[in-house]
């Protein structure tokens, strides 16, 4: 087992954080969290670094990345740059993972090219009031008319809906209402009867959240993700995109909680009480210690999970151990980096209060660290 990168691999972690560098000024993060704005002026400089093409081949438009290369991506960007981050994720994993490992042929041949170009970005709707982790039990219903589809319903916590130029719907196409019955579509968010509300949250605002409505909203059986043989084929595809949508959330707060340490420990040695810096006090260097162990932990088990996804080899427990394991970490290493910084920690003016209030969304988005347990249960044969 062997979790040295390669050439390539190393050359595209250190593009990355010299494009951050070069590209995104210390205060944009900050900036674009209070203003709750995405950053649409980065966006054609992304594009140029093939990072929106960065999961699917070259013969698509892409980079032809593999699971650790997303997993460098998300690393990366979640510690440097929130912005990047963000237009990374809504088109290379909502919109080209999803179509890139369940799509026709010629959905992908059409669409992962304008993905890789920026055109498309995409998010993903599941989640309803009344179904979240029992994604069975969804309500939204498409209901066949002549050629096509009419969709109703309702979605909510719902990412990136004002930017996304396409949802990647999960609707109920079964009276019964089964594991048999879900159908995934790709829903233009212009059509006509969609609408979205915003919600308010504490966290990752760079990013909205949203309710979104489907009033009667007409969709082409050529909409159906896959094509028109995949109808009620859905739960099969959304069990593809779980494994690595756990391995990239795992890789995100690994990257959180590194950039967290890493101001921390800047901040500590320059600090001075009691004529001494604070990082010279036994105090500080245990939480400081704590720290780099929980990031480090989270990254081993990140990169393995990742490992095992690039070897298609069975990552179903080693995923969700990461994704625990790692936001939580992330949770308790950005709260002790403001224990470390104190009153300046709580100051808006730095980044470690924003660094915490995203912390929190770990352990509750993409799937609960409540529910990622169960499935380790299941793994474990206990249930």
Same mark, same amino acid.
């Given at each position: 087992?062997?979790? &040295? ?26 900036? +674009? ?8 002026? +980065? ?7 093939? +990072? ?20 460098? &991506? ?67 219903? &498409? ?87 995949? +109808? ?144 380790? &249960? ?6």
């Amino acid at each position: 087992m062997d979790f &040295a990168f390669t050439k390539e691999q190393e050359a595209f972690r250190e593009m990355l954080r010299d494009f951050i560098k070069r590209e995104c000024p210390p205060d944009l993060d900050r900036r +674009l969290d209070d203003e709750g704005r995405y950053p649409f002026e +980065l966006t054609e400089k992304v594009v140029d670094t093939g +990072l929106l093409g960065l999961p699917f081949p070259e013969v698509y438009g892409g980079s032809g990345g593999g699971p650790m290369e997303f997993v460098i &991506a998300a690393e990366e960007t979640a510690y440097g740059s929130a912005a990047v981050a963000a237009i990374f994720i809504l088109p290379a994993f909502f919109a080209g993972e999803m179509l890139y490992m369940n799509g026709s042929e010629e959905q992908k041949r059409t669409w992962l090219p304008k993905v890789a170009r920026g055109e498309v970005r995409g998010c993903f709707g599941l989640t309803e009031p009344n179904a979240g982790s029992d994604a069975v039990h969804i309500e939204t219903r &498409a209901t066949q008319d002549g050629d096509g589809f009419v969709i109703n319903g309702q979605k909510t916590m719902i990412s990136g809906v004002d930017v996304a130029t396409h949802m990647m719907l999960a609707t109920n196409t079964s009276p019964g209402g089964d594991y048999s019955g879900m159908t995934l579509f790709m829903v233009p968010t212009s059509a006509a009867g969609f609408t979205h509300r915003r919600m308010g949250k504490i966290g990752s605002e760079i990013i909205g959240l949203f309710e979104v409505f489907f009033d009667n909203v007409h969709v082409s059986q050529e909409n159906i993700i896959g094509g028109p043989e995949m +109808l009620n084929q859905g739960w099969l595809q959304l069990m593809k995109q779980l494994d690595m949508e756990r391995i990239m959330i795992a890789a995100q707060y690994t990257g959180l909680a590194a950039r967290a340490t890493d101001d921390a420990v800047e901040y500590a040695k320059e600090r001075k009480q009691f004529g001494k810096t604070i990082g010279s006090y036994q105090m500080i260097q245990s939480l400081l210690a704590d720290m780099t162990v929980g990031t480090q932990t989270s990254r081993l088990m990140t990169y393995y999970a990742a490992w095992l996804k690039a070897n298609d080899m069975p990552c179903n427990l080693a995923a969700s151990q990461a994704k625990i394991y790692a936001t939580e970490t992330a949770r308790t290493v950005c709260l002790n980096g403001m224990q470390v910084m104190g009153g300046y920690g709580y100051l808006r003016e730095f980044d470690m209060q924003r660094l915490v209030r995203d912390s929190l969304l770990g352990p509750i988005g993409g799937g609960t660290n409540q529910i990622q347990r169960l499935i380790i &249960a299941r793994e474990l044969g206990l249930i």
